[in-house]
């Protein structure tokens, strides 16, 4: 089965910018799409964003819309997170997903694969 190791989270303060990597083991990267999740102490995980296979179809929560990006490179099996003007909010450990289907839209992501995640923390 296909693993997911997350890198690049940290301590940044409000206003500051974070990039997330997420390497993944197979080559089959390419067939499905990603995403990004996050859990904040005492709440839920959440989908921040995903990618389609392609990496012509993306979703963002609104949260995030416009100080996000997510991207992908599907010769290096990675998928990225760019996260500027970090708010405190933002503070959560995030985890990046593989899709349960092959060649599956980025907004209807279902999660199948799971990294460790990486804990990003945003002071005031």
């Known amino acids: 089965q296909v693993r997911l190791v997350e890198s690049g989270g940290g301590l940044v303060q409000a206003g500051g910018f974070l990039r997330l990597s997420c390497a993944a083991s197979?080559?089959?990267?390419?067939?499905?799409?990603m995403g990004w999740f996050r859990q904040a102490p005492g709440k839920e995980r959440e989908l921040v964003t995903a990618?389609?296979?392609?990496?012509?179809?993306?979703y963002y929560a609104d949260s995030v819309k416009g100080r996000f990006t997510i991207s992908r490179d599907n010769a290096k099996n990675t998928v990225y997170l760019q996260m500027d003007s970090l708010k405190p909010e933002d503070t959560a450990v995030y985890y990046c997903?593989?899709?349960?289907?092959?060649?599956?839209?980025?907004?209807?992501?279902?999660?199948?694969?799971w990294g460790q995640g990486t804990l990003v923390t945003v002071s005031s």
């Open positions: 990618i389609n296979s392609s990496g012509g179809g993306t």
């Open positions: 997903t593989q899709d349960a289907r092959m060649y599956g839209s980025a907004r209807s992501i279902i999660p199948e694969v």
């Open positions: 197979e080559r089959t990267f390419s067939r499905y799409a």
